[in-house]
């Protein structure tokens, strides 16, 4: 599919450059068309004047010839004004139909890349958690490796619900059709909720907080929690398992800030403002190892901004990533 894509796209391409270039030429034999047009009337009154110069006095022919000469002049830059009127109006539209269509190339790239990255994402927890069904009907196991797997279907269909949510809300606030629901709520314990959450879905990981008390906003608690758990997804997902996960939660007179700190590879700094766009994912899809769909980081900027905030990344100094959430009271 990568390869018809891109095939797709050099087609595309090279098209629209012949046509570009043709249209160009178009406009150039045109110009020369008229100016030789232009010079042959000036010839044919150069010769009238000729016909008549026993009957006319010097001056009145150099008044003549003087008068083709300036019409001859006027008509050229006439063509050549026209001719670049026309050009630059032909750059201007080429412009913006090549972004125009590098842009819808692109966003179909993304849809593609993200129904493949969402069916394996589907596909994975459902096999797992049949799977882990399975066993138990079939099997006479111990309690103990019962409650095992029970625990391990658990974590998947969490991570069922937590995809599909993403996918639902992500359509619905695309749409305008989400119905919010903002009320005055404790931000401190809507964060260290989603905290324990992970803490039991990833047993071995270490999660510092330093959260502030009465951290109280008025919002929508199912999008704050999204916003929290993608944030922590990510940092689950793309930081070494032995580094910890740091949450900061302050509140201030003007403003409630959220920081999720990781120690990962970090963002390049020419990545830290697309990685917020919808679909996109940093890299290839063919080497890229982690798992995702490109809408986690689009939805929280999408309910950052519905609740008088913002969202941005920083460099988390020696190394890593600090999200940082801002919101204004």
Sequence with gaps: MQEANSKSIRRTTVIYWMLLIYIIAALAWWFISLEKQNSRIAQLQYDSVNTQKDTLS???IGDKIYTIDKEVKKNTGKYIAEGITFLILILIGAVFVYRSISRQLRLQLQQQNFMMAVTHE???PISVARLNLETMQKYNLDDEKKQKLIRTTLDETSRLDFLTNNILVAAQ???NNFKSAKEELELTALLKDCIQQFKNRYPDR????EIEDDADIKGDALLLQMLINNL??????YSPKELPIVIILEKTISEVVLQIKDEG???PDSEKDKIFSKFYRIGSETTRKTKGTGLGLYLCRKIARDHNGD????????????????FKL
């Design 206 to 209: 270490v999660f510092n907080q």
């Design 311 to 326: 969202i941005m990344v920083t460099n988390n100094e020696p190394h890593g990533s600090n999200f940082v959430v801002t």
């Design 265 to 267: 590879a970090g963002i």
């Design 232 to 237: 922590l997804e990510n940092a689950c997902k």
């Design 122 to 124: 589907l596909k994975t």
């Design 58 to 60: 010097v001056s009145q």
């Design 173 to 175: 606030l695309e749409s």
